[in-house]
């Protein structure tokens, strides 16, 4: 019988700790990120709390927040940050077309229901 003992090219080694580096900074940001949310979303700041438009800058900063964190998912965790820009294009220009008109389009049947019930 042959020996099927493979000589591992450097090529092939496990990348160390330096190599998984970039992977734990974005951990450590969407952990950030997601407990600022948390905070916010337990102590509701009552400087923002007192209006409405308050409410409303305390949802915007949980969208903006949200979007922040679903950049960081896509372009490192889905590898889409290292695509070509046509490969980028065509995975978020579809997405920046189709959610707004989707909302567009919930938010106006729920407007319509809402009017034919009262």
Do not use: C, D
Not at 88 to 99: Q, R
């Amino acid at each position: 019988m042959a020996s099927t003992h493979h000589q591992i090219g450097e090529s092939e080694h496990h990348e160390g700790p330096a190599g998984t580096r970039w992977i734990w900074l974005v951990f450590w940001l969407l952990l950030a990120i997601t407990g600022i949310e948390v905070a916010l979303g337990i102590i509701k700041p009552g400087i923002l709390m007192k209006s409405f438009i308050g409410t409303t800058y305390l949802n915007i900063l949980f969208i903006l927040l949200t979007l922040v964190k679903a950049y960081y998912i896509v372009a490192y965790f889905m590898h889409l940050k290292f695509e070509r820009k046509g490969m980028i294009y065509t995975i978020v220009l579809p997405m920046v077309i189709l959610i707004p008109y989707l909302l567009f389009i919930v938010l106006t049947e729920g407007f319509y229901i809402n009017n034919m019930l009262q």
